[in-house]
C-alpha cells in the first residue's frame, strides 16, 4: 500500500445490496477518474474478520499496492455541528473487489454466512458499477474496460488457484500421515502375528502321521500278543504311549514328538523281540 496522503473522492454513493448499504467514491487520480470501495464495512456485513483481511492483503502483492486510503463520509454528525463526520478508510479500487473477495474460502467461513458471501462473490461488482456506469463510460474507454475486466478475472482466477493449492497440500499432508500410520500398522500386524506365532499351541500330527503311529501300535501289539494272549496288548500299549507323552490320544501328539513317538515304539518292538 502507498504512503501517499489519504484521496478526497470528488462523489460519493451508497449502493443498496441485499440490504447492506454499500458505499463506493469516485477519486480522481493520475490515471483519471476511478472508483473505490470501502472494504471494512464489507468484512462487518459477511462477518469476517477484518483484521485478518487487511494482513492478507498486505501480503499480496498486487492488492497490497492497489489499496489506498480515502477520506469516507459517514452518516455521523460531528459534535456540535450539522455537518456529517469523514474518516479514513482503506479501500480497493472497484475492479480489484472481485479478486479480494474470490481470496475469502467460502468452504471455510461460518455456514450462516456461506450463501451472503457466495452472493457478494457473484453479484457486488456489477452492482456498484451500474451505479458509477454512466460515469465509467464517459471516463474510461471499452479497451480499458475490456482490461480491466481480464485483469479482475485473473485476480479471481488466481484467489481460487491459491485456494485449491492450499486444498492439495492439506491432501498431500495428510496422505503423509495416513501413509505413515499403513506403515505403522503393518508393523504391529506383523509383531502381532510373531507373537501369536511364538505362543501358539504346538501343531499337532497330521492324519497321515497319526495312521503311521496307530499301525505301529497294532504291528507292535500283535507281535506281542503272540507271546502272551491272555493281555489285552493293544491296550497297553496304547496306555504307555499317552502316559509317556502326556496326551489323551494318539491324535494328540504334537507334531514336534512325531519322531520322538516312532522311535519309542521301535524300541519297544526291538527289546521284545531280542
Same mark, same amino acid.
Given at each position: 500500500m502507498s504512503d501517499e496522503k489519504a484521496l478526497v473522492p470528488i462523489e460519493q454513493k451508497t449502493v443498496n445490496f441485499q440490504g447492506d448499504d454499500i458505499t463506493a467514491v469516485l477519486v480522481e487520480?493520475?490515471?483519471?477518474?476511478?472508483?473505490?470501495?470501502?472494504?471494512?464495512?464489507?468484512?462487518?456485513?459477511?462477518?469476517?474478520?477484518?483484521?485478518?483481511?487487511?494482513?492478507?492483503? /498486505? %501480503?499480496?502483492? #498486487?492488492?497490497?499496492? *492497489?489499496? +489506498?486510503?480515502?477520506?469516507?463520509?459517514?452518516? !455521523?454528525? =460531528?459534535?456540535?455541528?450539522?455537518?456529517?463526520?469523514?474518516s479514513e478508510m482503506l479501500c480497493l479500487p472497484l475492479e480489484f473487489i472481485n479478486g479480494w473477495l474470490f481470496g475469502i474460502n467460502a468452504s471455510r467461513v461460518k455456514e450462516e454466512i456461506r450463501e451472503n458471501l457466495i452472493r457478494y462473490q457473484r453479484e457486488c461488482y456489477k452492482v456498484l458499477a451500474r451505479a458509477f456506469l454512466e460515469r465509467a463510460e464517459t471516463a474510461i474507454s471499452p479497451a480499458m474496460n475490456t482490461l480491466i475486466q481480464i485483469r479482475n478475472n485473473a485476480l479471481a482466477v488466481a484467489a481460487l488457484a491459491e485456494q485449491q493449492m492450499e486444498h492439495e497440500m492439506r491432501i498431500s499432508t495428510a496422505e503423509s500421515r495416513?501413509?505413515?500410520?499403513?506403515?505403522?500398522?503393518?508393523? /504391529? %500386524?506383523?509383531? #502381532?502375528?510373531?507373537? *501369536?506365532? +511364538?505362543?501358539?499351541?504346538?501343531?499337532?500330527? !497330521?492324519? =497321515?502321521?497319526?495312521?503311521?503311529?496307530?499301525?505301529?501300535?497294532?504291528?507292535?501289539?500283535?507281535?506281542?500278543?503272540?507271546?502272551?494272549?491272555?493281555?489285552?496288548?493293544?491296550?497297553?500299549?496304547?496306555?504307555?504311549?499317552?502316559?509317556?507323552?502326556?496326551?489323551?490320544?494318539?491324535?494328540?501328539?504334537?507334531?514336534?514328538?512325531?519322531?520322538?513317538?516312532m522311535e519309542f515304539l521301535d524300541d519297544w518292538h526291538r527289546r521284545a523281540t531280542q
Open positions: 487520480t493520475e490515471e483519471g477518474e476511478q472508483v473505490f470501495v470501502p472494504l471494512r464495512p464489507i468484512c462487518d456485513y459477511l462477518d469476517v474478520n477484518w483484521d485478518g483481511q487487511r494482513r492478507r492483503i /498486505l %501480503r499480496d502483492p #498486487v492488492l497490497s499496492d *492497489e489499496m +489506498r486510503s480515502v477520506v469516507v463520509t459517514t452518516t !455521523d454528525i =460531528e459534535p456540535g455541528s450539522t455537518r456529517p463526520r469523514t495416513l501413509d505413515k500410520a499403513s506403515d505403522a500398522f503393518i508393523d /504391529l %500386524r506383523r509383531r #502381532v502375528k510373531e507373537v *501369536e506365532r +511364538r505362543t501358539a499351541p504346538e501343531s499337532l500330527v !497330521d492324519r =497321515e502321521q497319526a495312521a503311521e503311529i496307530s499301525l505301529k501300535v497294532k504291528a507292535l501289539g500283535e507281535m506281542l500278543t503272540e507271546g502272551n494272549p491272555d493281555v489285552n496288548w493293544y491296550q497297553r500299549v496304547f496306555t504307555e504311549l499317552y502316559r509317556r507323552f502326556g496326551v489323551s490320544s494318539y491324535k494328540d501328539i504334537p507334531k514336534g514328538k512325531y519322531k520322538a513317538v
